[in-house]
């Protein structure tokens, strides 16, 4: 059987599990009163991700906190972000433990963000074997590649999309090098993140399928239009800077061996786990 690895964005998957629980208006709790909802859908996109991939090795990746080194290069990346619902807080810990009960190992680096650790893991593990990476965030389209796919959760329970380069192309008009490119040009609101101003999705795909990438607009400015031209000189510092903080580090400092990933949980040690959180509709589903 050809191997491979699914490389899991922890947080990710956490709060649309949690957000889609809330949104039936109820909150999983054991007895003692413990929130679990976050980690019990957790459970079920993994477990099914794994039943509908069938992938050799999985591991996780985590944000460990919200200073990273994009934060020291912009203090308004992410500030936008809402605070965590009182509701989480417990579950950041205990999704890990799950996670770690499952004999999948829980990777995240001080100052690095789960995407730069995927990108690192992807780029390592990609010249031996596929890799698929199970995300909801579009930032890790920038990562596909001949052996690298991004498998995207859509809305509804089981529901995928899987991007190689060619849907990408299909879908957004873009190569994935140029996924960078575009969010430098457009920014990202849920990062906080401006790009130029008054540049749009539809006018940066265009100019990137003329001229290839940044660099070559800023080198064929003048053949561009003159509105857009003004716009982007305007705005040539946050351009350059956009662009690095939309750029996926794949040089983490990081240690993680192909056999610690290997997916073969203990039935047992899972089960205890299980029984711990009262998550009894998924014990029939421990492999």
């Not at 992938?55 to 965590?84: I, M």
């Not at 039935?267 to 786990?273: F, H, L, N």
Request: some cysteine.
């Amino acid at each position: 059987m050809s191997q491979s690895i699914m490389l899991v964005d922890g947080m990710a998957l956490l709060f649309r599990a949690y957000y889609g629980s809330v949104f039936g208006g109820s909150v999983r709790r054991t007895k003692a009163g413990l929130p679990v909802n976050a980690v019990y859908g957790f459970v079920r996109y993994l477990f099914d991700a794994v039943r509908t991939y069938n992938p050799t090795h999985v591991a996780c990746c985590w944000d460990l906190g919200s200073r990273t080194f994009r934060t020291e290069q912009f203090p308004q990346y992410k500030a936008n972000r809402p605070e965590a619902p009182d509701d989480m807080l417990p579950q950041f810990d205990l999704v890990k433990e799950v996670v770690e009960s499952m004999g999948v190992p829980n990777i995240g680096v001080p100052g690095f963000e789960a995407d730069d650790c995927i990108g690192t893991l992807a780029r390592k593990f990609g010249e031996e074997m596929d890799v698929l990476i199970f995300t909801g965030d579009h930032d890790l389209l920038q990562l596909v590649s001949d052996r690298v796919r991004v498998m995207m959760l859509k809305k509804g329970f089981g529901n995928y999309i899987v991007y190689d380069a060619e849907l990408l192309l299909s879908e957004k008009g873009v190569t994935p090098a140029q996924m960078i490119d575009l969010k430098g040009l457009i920014g990202d609101s849920s990062d906080n993140y401006p790009g130029v101003k008054g540049v749009g999705d539809k006018t940066a795909v265009k100019l990137l399928a003329e001229f290839g990438s940044i660099d070559g607009i800023l080198n064929n400015l003048e053949r561009t239009p003159a509105s857009v031209r003004t716009k982007i000189e305007a705005d040539l510092d946050m351009l350059h800077l956009c662009r690095e903080l939309a750029t996926i580090r794949c040089d983490v400092p990081l240690e993680c061996s192909l056999d610690e990933c290997r997916w073969t949980p203990d039935a047992e040690t899972v089960r205890q786990k299980f029984e711990e959180l009262e998550f009894r509709s998924l014990m029939k589903e421990i492999v």
